[in-house]
């Protein structure tokens, strides 16, 4: 789990990289829009995935593997609160897929991947609090 929650991260810098050849590929003209966005992203990756592994943290303290996917309802007040969080995070990250991202184009199918697979990730975070909540 803690593997797949850093690779996530890493994995915007070569949807990144696409976006900038995707820009080019669609018109774009400015020498450096793409280049700057990079930049900005890689500049900034110390504080949003910090943020991210702080949020994973919090769900893979004491982690047990093979907690069901299916247990909804936790043990524990703070387990109950991080399934709320993670139920609140799955819908915000399907909602950028299918809101915010034109996901009926074939060259924004890796966008809405990422964002999917972000929204998965979190609900096998939610099932590892739940599970972890009903272990006293």
Do not use: K
Not at 14 to 27: C, M, S
Request: proline share 7%.
């Amino acid at each position: 789990m803690w593997i797949t929650g850093l690779a996530l991260p890493l994995a915007v810098l070569p949807l990144i990289h696409y976006h900038g050849n995707l820009y080019y590929a669609e018109g774009g003209t400015s020498p450096d829009g793409p280049g700057m966005l990079l930049m900005a992203v890689c500049m900034t990756m110390p504080m949003w995935g910090g943020a991210w592994l702080l949020f994973i943290g919090c769900y893979l303290i004491r982690y047990q593997p093979s907690a069901p996917l299916h247990t909804i309802r936790a043990g524990t007040m703070i387990g109950a609160a991080l399934a709320i969080v993670a139920f609140a995070a799955s819908t915000f990250f399907i909602w950028l897929a299918f809101a915010r991202v034109n996901f009926w184009m074939p060259t924004r199918l890796p966008f809405v991947a990422h964002l999917v697979a972000c929204a998965i990730y979190i609900q096998y975070l939610r099932a590892a609090a739940v599970a972890r909540s009903w272990s006293r």
